[in-house]
């Protein structure tokens, strides 16, 4: 694999010795200097350029970069050209392991390419386009604290989502009964997020996805975590369903006492019960099966 500074300078020389291409920007976690380095890292890269469309028309240009496994252009795919507003990106997968998100954007998009993220470095500005940019270091991605507002209404989207789980596991719809929990899962990691922003003082980002959930909760509460992914069936269903339960009524409560919002036991009480009523009925479904 091509080292860190391999690439950057592939990345920084090629911008170099192209007159078309103005500025170069890096984004992305290799930008971020709260997030631990490694070489899985991609290179989000912004090329400025004076001719935009060269490099929409011409997607061989990108072989400088080396020998690819794949690659993907998603505005290719998901607009017409008229549609691109000045902007076209390649993602780039070398042999070696490397990838660059590459993004093309006319110079006069800069105000858009800006805004679109607002975290990231100059690599390269041959015309002081970016003499003024500031540029945040990754705090923009630190979880907020939520308002009561916010902590609401998670509440009542988890516990109101449950009951199609429910309805899937009933209906043998698993494919269904999986989305609802994904949906579920959704607002408990949200819940967890700010649980984590609540003990660091908002001080760090749990990730995308909160991929950074394992290296910032205690070791009990991510294996209870860990317990909410369940299998291919729908006894697995069931029990991951009410381990989310669990852990969300946990979190939340805690969340609750540290900011003096009110958590709704009463939702939480009566569609657990619910919940529970119709495992149970599942339940002896399955046993009087048996009998026959």
Known sequence: MRSEKEMMDLIINTAKDDVRIRAVILNGSRANEFVQKDKYQDFDIVYLVSDFQFFVDNHNWIDIFGERIMFEMPAYKDFDPSEYDGQFNYQMLFTDGNRIDLTFASVDQLKAVIDGDKMGCILLDKDSLLSDLYYDNGEMYFVKKPSSKDF????????????????????KELPYAMAMLNYAREYLE??????????????????????????????????????TFPTGNYDSIWNAMFSACSLFRKIAIAISKCYLYEYPFDDDKRMTKYLKNLQINEAERKDNNGLH
């Open 152 to 171: 609401e209404n998670k509440c009542n989207c988890f516990w109101w989502i449950l009951q199609n789980v429910a309805k899937g596991i009933k209906r």
């Open 190 to 227: 949200e819940m967890i997020s700010w649980y984590v922003g609540m003990n660091t003082n908002y001080t760090i980002s749990t990730g995308k996805h909160g991929k950074y959930l394992e290296k910032n909760l205690e070791n009990k509460t991510w294996q209870e975590y860990l317990s």
